[in-house]
């Protein structure tokens, strides 16, 4: 199994990158334009602070419906608990977090720094492109 690409031989590196500081209202239309349904918080550093994902923005709209006011920064609303990925596991390895886990996509830290993300459907093509 040592043979199986690694998790950095996938992952996705051109990423929409948000920052907690944003006001949310503008978080949403990065998402929404972009087409995604989620993306990293990083603060000045390139440090990963958070994940904002569309979930968390319904949340916000439904706060801001109440409460008229759209001025929250990400900050509020994104998710702090983060579990990430090595770069170094491997298509099995990988597959067994997900597996384990909700979340449809990780953020790949190396050095405590993001340099990628993964997806289910990144492993699935991986899986699939490796096998057949």
């Given at each position: 199994m040592?043979?199986?690409?690694?998790?950095k031989d996938i992952m996705a590196t051109e990423l929409v990158l948000l920052r907690?500081?944003?006001?949310i209202i503008h978080a949403m239309k990065i998402l929404l334009e972009?087409?995604?349904?989620?993306?990293?918080v990083v603060?000045?550093?390139?440090?990963?602070?958070?994940?904002?994902?569309?979930?968390?923005c319904l949340r916000a709209a439904l706060n801001a419906s109440y409460h008229q006011e759209w001025g929250d920064?990400?900050?509020?609303?994104?998710?702090k608990n983060i579990e990430t990925l090595d770069p170094e596991l491997d298509?099995?390895?990988a597959t067994v977090k997900f597996?384990?886990?909700d979340f449809r996509r990780f953020p790949v830290v190396?050095?405590?720094?993001?340099?990628?993300?993964?997806?289910r459907a990144d492993l699935l093509k991986a899986l699939i492109d490796n096998w057949s």
């Open positions: 040592n043979d199986l690409p690694k998790i907690p500081e944003l006001e972009n087409r995604v349904s989620g993306a990293p603060d000045a550093e390139g440090l990963i602070v958070g994940v904002l994902s569309k979930k968390d920064p990400v900050s509020r609303y994104m998710s298509l099995v390895e597996l384990a886990s190396k050095d405590n720094r993001l340099i990628g993300q993964i997806s």
